[in-house]
């Protein structure tokens, strides 16, 4: 399983491979040319934010991320929205990262003071901040 967030502050131009800087540990069947009946590998998208929800906020990120996904060979199977709440959060990312190779999170506004995401993720998983 592997995790990435996308600030909703990042400047998306087109779809690129991942950047030089970011590095991730593909399995080698990412790397080659797959056969006919190649695994699939899928990803899901957790929009995290009360501003997306209570519509103040449009999201832009979920067609771009699909789009980036799309062009590493990733199918994007789910997307879902879900309040600031640490209960919501953790349930999302249990329950998504059981059923998909990779997870992702973005935010309606990217990181601010009250953000709680990293913190109910660290819980989703087990782990300190």
């Given at each position: 399983?592997?995790?990435?967030?996308?600030?909703?502050?990042?400047?998306?131009?087109?779809?690129?491979p991942?950047?030089?800087?970011?590095?991730?540990?593909?399995?080698?069947?990412?790397?080659?040319t797959?056969?006919?009946?190649?695994?699939?590998?899928?990803?899901?998208?957790?929009v995290?934010?009360?501003?997306?929800?209570?519509?103040?906020?449009?999201?832009?990120?979920?067609?771009?991320?699909?789009?980036?996904?799309?062009?590493?060979?990733?199918?994007?199977?789910?997307?879902?929205?879900?309040?600031?709440?640490?209960?919501?959060i953790?349930?999302?990312?249990?329950?998504?990262?059981?059923?998909?190779?990779?997870?992702?999170?973005?935010?309606?506004?990217?990181?601010?003071?009250?953000?709680?995401?990293?913190?109910?993720?660290?819980?989703?998983?087990?782990?300190?901040?």
């Amino acid at each position: 399983m592997a995790f990435c967030n996308f600030s909703a502050s990042a400047s998306w131009q087109t779809p690129e491979p991942i950047a030089p800087a970011v590095q991730f540990a593909y399995p080698a069947a990412m790397t080659e040319t797959p056969p006919a009946a190649a695994r699939i590998w899928t990803a899901a998208l957790i929009v995290v934010g009360d501003e997306i929800l209570s519509g103040r906020t449009q999201d832009k990120n979920i067609a771009q991320v699909a789009t980036w996904l799309g062009v590493q060979g990733i199918r994007l199977k789910e997307v879902r929205v879900v309040p600031d709440d640490t209960a919501a959060i953790v349930e999302a990312v249990n329950t998504l990262r059981a059923r998909n190779d990779y997870l992702f999170t973005t935010g309606g506004i990217g990181p601010t003071h009250d953000d709680i995401t990293v913190d109910a993720v660290a819980a989703a998983l087990g782990v300190a901040v």
